[in-house]
């Protein structure tokens, strides 16, 4: 079965909003063997709109739209869509009760064009939004299902998983789709691509791919079969997971949606350990990304951004001669910054960086991208160098990512 997505509204063409939808909806859809083949994103102009929903409902058996569904006079989806479809819109008086309910509870007048929401085409089964006024709706028409959701995400994912999600899966759900995601760090794609060679070249059911981020790789592992073969699906995908993970070891450091920070928290909770981060180039990032854990406060102790040499000096305690002799951006800075963060603080583990963030600020044997950093501890003294480039927001990222690895790695071997 065929789906196809659409975006709707001149601010995601214009690049002033992102879409973030279309990921979401094609991932729900895929898992329940809906094939999304078509993604489209259009701005409000009602003749243009018009003719990409005809297109869409000729060649295509589930139809989403997005966006459009509110208020103002640049929403037209609704008006669009009763056209494409022959259909009047009918004002829904349940919708209007609890838009002006809505209204009321905070305490504002519902402006005239709120009554506007309430109308939808004929026929039409309404999706309440209980994040919002603008709701949704199904319409069955001829072969097709066309379902008009909201664009806010907050509005969306609560609908498609309340209503939308449970309507498809029992009118469409024959098949079942399964993807497990491999979290990679340390290698590139191409690195990641020679390492597997020919055991990531499948058929049949399950097919591999690669995934390039910024601050790794992931391995897309996806195999599908008729509802009431999970138990085979799952078996197929483990074993090819099994393949995969001897050839990288722990190059692998997470499934799906497991970050590297969280990781890094698991190991350190396991080891009883804490750490302080003293960070320089990447202005906080490595702190704000271990934070961003629940429960880190069992084991993140402090962090101090040393930006500035003095502040290097005056809170770290990095000697003078140690940045004269062989500046800021160095492994000696970053080992005399790491042991001054685990000295103020306690930690069992001091990380630090220092680099070259860019686009200014380098020389010809310190260019862009230079990074160091150091962990230590009482029995561990490691830095490392790295080369990264990107912008300057890409190569704070990459440096994060390497000095949570860094620390991944030595908890490993503990």
Do not use: W
């Not at 259909?87 to 519902?110: D, V």
């Amino acid at each position: 079965m065929k789906a196809e997505i659409i975006t709707i509204g001149s601010e995601i063409m214009l690049g002033q909003t992102l879409d973030t939808n279309s990921a979401y909806l094609g991932r729900r859809l895929a898992s329940i063997g809906l094939e999304p083949t078509y993604q489209t994103s259009v701005g409000d102009n009602k003749k243009i709109l018009s003719g990409v929903i005809k297109g869409a409902l000729e060649r295509s058996d589930v139809v989403i739209t997005t966006g459009g569904l509110g208020p103002t006079v640049d929403d037209v989806t609704k008006e669009v869509v009763a056209n494409v479809l022959k259909r009047e819109l009918i004002l829904n008086k349940h919708i209007l009760s609890q838009i002006k309910a809505r209204f009321q509870k905070r305490r504002l007048r519902m402006p005239k064009r709120g009554r506007h929401q309430a109308f939808l085409p004929e026929g039409a089964t309404v999706l309440d939004n209980r994040e919002g006024t603008a709701p949704g709706f199904i319409v069955e028409h001829n072969k097709a299902v066309l379902i008009s959701l909201p664009g806010p995400p907050r509005e969306l994912k609560p609908m498609f998983e309340d209503k939308v999600f449970p309507y498809l899966k029992k009118k469409f759900g024959t098949r079942v789709t399964k993807t497990r995601l491999l979290n990679v760090v340390g290698l590139t794609e191409s690195a990641v691509d020679e390492k597997l060679g020919d055991i990531s070249k499948r058929e049949g059911n399950l097919e591999v791919g690669l995934i390039a981020h910024p601050t790794g790789v992931q391995i897309r592992i996806t195999a599908g079969g008729p509802v009431g073969n999970e138990e085979s699906i799952n078996e197929l995908i483990s074993q090819a997971e099994n393949g995969f993970r001897e050839r990288l070891g722990d190059y692998i450091f997470g499934v799906d949606e497991e970050t590297l920070e969280k990781v890094v928290g698991v190991l350190l909770s396991l080891r009883r350990k804490s750490i302080a981060v003293a960070e320089s180039c990447t202005g906080g990032l490595i702190s704000h990304r271990l934070t961003n854990v629940q429960g880190s406060s069992n084991y993140f102790l402090d962090c101090v951004v040393a930006y500035t040499n003095q502040a290097k000096i005056d809170i770290l305690k990095v000697r003078r001669e140690t940045l004269n002799r062989f500046g800021a951006v160095s492994a000696r800075v970053a080992q005399e910054m790491a042991e001054g963060i685990r000295k103020i603080s306690g930690a069992t583990l001091g990380l630090a960086v220092t680099g070259i963030a860019g686009p200014g600020g380098a020389t010809q044997k310190k260019p862009v991208g230079l990074v160091y950093l150091a962990l230590v501890s009482d029995d561990t003294n490691l830095t490392e160098e790295h080369h990264f480039s990107g912008s300057r927001e890409t190569v704070k990222l990459k440096a994060s990512q390497a000095a949570l690895d860094l620390v991944r790695k030595y908890l490993l071997k503990e």
